[in-house]
């Protein structure tokens, strides 16, 4: 059996073309895609817009994966190895992050770096595993802890102590008051539009949270969009966490700006 000539591979260097009088064979060879070093800020730059959505949660992750970022002091890597994953939850624990706050940061984490490694960014990924979380009963604030709490958050900045205010009576959370505008508010009625179920509410006002929220005057055009436009989360979880070492809960892992929620809906039973 005569076998013809090996033809020459296509100028793509992809593949071979072999044949014979009785049978054609077809070879494939890939390319190897190098594998450089990135700093995790630099993954999250190029696929968070295809990992998560606009809105609030895609905000936290950006926080989530810039602390990471800073924690890792910006080193760049080709494979994120089980050591560095156990130092990076040890470090967040010292920082006083509970067990579920770490579980959520670690989901980003994952998240992103599974993307990355399925892209060919990096060689390998750690196992992640889940932190215990503790189930506890739900925390709320008494009415003497909320007096010394608020009455501190005062001393620091009026807008914070307004901003708290508004949160307990309301039961909203953080990022929906920091969000609110102007136009967001009626006489006896506050309605929220970007909430994390994704559906609007509308609850109404009481008496105090009406005084917090007055319409200030609009001098010289540099009136703030919304009530509390000119906190951020930042700068209000600071404020908090000052006040709240001040008065003595500094210990208490649950005792976090969600607790206001906590505590509203706890009255609100209460009140029947």
Same mark, same amino acid.
């Given at each position: 059996m005569s076998n013809e000539a090996v033809q020459e591979a296509e100028? *793509?260097?992809?593949?071979?073309?072999f044949s014979s009088q009785n049978s054609k064979f077809n070879y494939t060879f890939n390319k190897i895609r190098e594998v450089k070093s990135h700093r995790i800020g630099e993954l999250f730059a190029a696929y968070r817009d295809i990992l998560w959505d606009d809105g609030r949660h895609k905000y936290n992750v950006s926080s989530f994966i810039g602390e990471?970022?800073?924690i890792l002091l910006g080193e760049r890597f *080709?494979?994120?190895d089980q050591n560095t994953l156990d130092n990076l939850i040890g470090t967040l624990r010292q920082r006083g992050n509970s067990n579920a706050t770490i579980n959520r940061k670690m989901a980003a984490l994952s998240k992103?770096?599974?993307k990355a490694h399925k892209m060919g960014d990096i060689h390998s990924?750690?196992?992640?595993r889940r932190q215990k979380e503790r189930a506890g009963r739900i925390r709320f604030l008494e009415r003497d802890e909320e007096a010394r709490l608020f009455a501190a958050i005062r001393s620091r900045s009026e807008d914070a102590y307004r901003l708290s205010v508004f949160l307990v009576d309301t039961g909203c959370r953080l990022g929906e008051a920091l969000g609110l505008i102007w136009n967001d508010i009626q006489e006896h009625r506050v309605s929220f539009w970007i909430t994390k179920s994704g559906r609007s509410r509308t609850?109404?006002?009481?008496?105090?949270?009406k005084e917090v929220i007055k319409l200030p005057p609009n001098t010289e055009g540099r009136r703030p969009k919304g009530p509390f436009t000119k906190l951020s989360q930042a700068q209000y979880r600071a404020i908090w966490n000052e006040a709240k070492a001040e008065v003595g809960l500094g210990a208490d892992e649950q005792v976090v700006p969600h607790i206001l929620r906590h505590t509203c809906a706890s009255r609100l039973v209460q009140g029947g």
């Open positions: 100028a *793509s260097g992809h593949f071979a073309f990471i970022d800073e *080709s494979t994120f992103l770096l599974r990924l750690p196992e992640f609850i109404p006002m009481t008496e105090r949270v």
